[in-house]
């Protein structure tokens, strides 16, 4: 195994402990806030439309739902190659489970005013086992919901292997 692959995994086993404290960190100090009956159900079908566009591999569209500050990361044909990588890296066959959202009105130090949408997700593919993923959606009053961020994190079977092996990751979870 060459030194730059272990060097990615160990990259990608930091980047997953470090969103997942992101997320903790963030759920302590933003205000939760519980939106009403139409808002959820509009940014439930905004969030499982999305997935499914990208599931479906429908990825113009899907990039289409995006607020123009996650298009300014990243350029359409960037996003179509990242997707294609991903895809390619699980083996595809996603499984999802475990959707929660979380909701806040104008958070602290949020980028823009107005109501988020955090969905978070545990998700499964033919070479990953360990995956979650979480999609914040964006609406400023009276506005509709925009993908705000999007975000995958896992760890390939071939590097969970490795892990245990090592003795750094339990076999039993």
Known sequence: ????????????????VLVLLILISASAI??????????????ETIFLGFMTLIYEHNIEQAYDMQTPGMKSLISLEGWIAFEKEFENISGGGA?????????YKDPPNAQIPGIHAAFVYSCRYKNINI???????????????????????????????????????????
């Not at 933003?30 to 940014?43: F, G, M, R, V």
């Open 1 to 16: 195994m060459s030194l730059a692959l272990v060097n990615k995994r160990d990259h990608g086993v930091r980047r997953l």
């Open 95 to 103: 499984q999802f489970s475990g959707i929660t959202a979380t909701w």
């Open 30 to 43: 933003a205000q939760e806030w519980e939106p009403d009956e139409s808002q959820k159900s509009e940014a």
């Open 131 to 173: 995956c979650s993923g979480v999609v914040i959606l964006h609406s400023e009053t009276g506005s509709t919901f925009k993908v705000m961020r999007h975000e995958r994190n896992y760890i390939d079977k071939a590097t969970e292997q490795n892990l245990i092996e090592q003795g750094h990751f339990p076999v039993n979870r």
